[in-house]
């Protein structure tokens, strides 16, 4: 049997996914291939934070069903199954099921029910999505918490994911052990609020934040690096940013989502912070690290933005020259609150969309600038990727979240290698080898 799955979102979608590939494979037999023309079941693991994917996803749908084997069965699984449910069905009768983010434990059941559908968000998957066996490599997800307990007006998340519930630490430990003896080096552990781990658990558990839980995981032999995604700037608290200044084996490039950098959106936002409170722990980190590197998610033309809360976002850029920047429209989502908003606050889309522009102008000029300074730096770079042909290269990431390209040197992915940045080209850095 052949299965096929398209993986849409972000990492915990990706970890999903994994798991739904395990599982089918050790339950039901099933091996992956890249034809969908040859799958005897189609998966599409879905995203629904913005609404453009979300209306490609019909016309996906339509493809496979056009091309798949007779017989084969169609499942819709992930945020946009969560929150749509049966509705899908209706719209296209020929997906056989649906599965949402938080019931993916339920993959091996619903396969076999036609025009079933799980959605619920109250259902418990926490020990679930800690299941083992998967292809590891050097790097592995790792999940610690599921759900978001945030009420950010503008996120569909916590409607298609449920409260926030924290998985065990021991059960976080052992898995990292199991990772580490399969030769798993650089653990990424997901959540989409990380640092408020610890918040719930569905079981009686000690007493455990997420400084005390990355202090337990990098105890493990094996386990060089360890990075981690969402952090939520609200709970940047001392603790925690000195915990990921001093733990060697903790990478010093951070996500902080800042959103907006007007402290008035802040608030229409929810997120519980103000431009202050953030500009105040990016000094503490810095202080605490000169060289980390910081990534961020910013959204633009959110209901109410004015030129100038669009000039706050501006000056937190230009002030924190961040290292990546993921930056989009505000999307309306169903089921949140600013969906319920009237129009007279809506920013028109030629505004929005210039606004991002000129964001993402600014930030590749910083990039450009930042890189230049980068030369002459030397770091130590975990390989991920190489070419071996003409064009010889090797690729991978320094400790601060750096992407470094080496020509002409072939090392075997999983090397940890020094490396000093001899030019950049743009925002890109190219290294050679220091022995
Ligand atoms: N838990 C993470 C975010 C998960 S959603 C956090 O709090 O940062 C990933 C990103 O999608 C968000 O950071 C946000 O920038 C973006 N996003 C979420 N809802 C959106 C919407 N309605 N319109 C546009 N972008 C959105
Ligand atoms: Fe969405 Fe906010 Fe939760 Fe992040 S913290 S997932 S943006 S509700
Ligand atoms: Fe998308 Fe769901 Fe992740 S909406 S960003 S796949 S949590």
Redesign the pocket.
Known sequence: MKLYIETLG?AMNMRDSEHMIAELNSKEGYDLTDEPQEADLILINTCS???KPERKLFSEIGQFAKIKKPGAKIGICGCTASHMGEEIIKKAPSVNFVLGARNISKISEVIHKNKAVEVGIDYDDSTYVFDTSRNTGVKALLNISIG?D?K?A????PHTRGREISIPSDMIVSEAKKLAQSGVKELMLLG??VNNYGARFSVQHKIINFAGLLREISNIDGIERIRF??P?PLHMDDEFLEEFARNPKVCKSI?M?L?SGSSNILKKMR?GYTKEWYINRVQKLQSLLPNVGIGT???VG?PGESDEDFEHTMDVLRKVEFDTL????????PH?E?YLWGDEEKVPQEIASARLAKLQSTHREILSTKAKKEIGKRHQVLIENIKETEGSFSEGRSDNGKVIKIPDEVFKIGDIVSVEVIHSEGGSLIGKHIR
């Open positions: 972000c934070v913005r609404e978001c945030k950010c503008y996120c569909i998340v989409q609020n995604t969402s939520h996500h989502p959103q997120r998610d910013i959204i959110f993921y930056s989009f429209v505000y999307s309306p989502r949140t600013s």
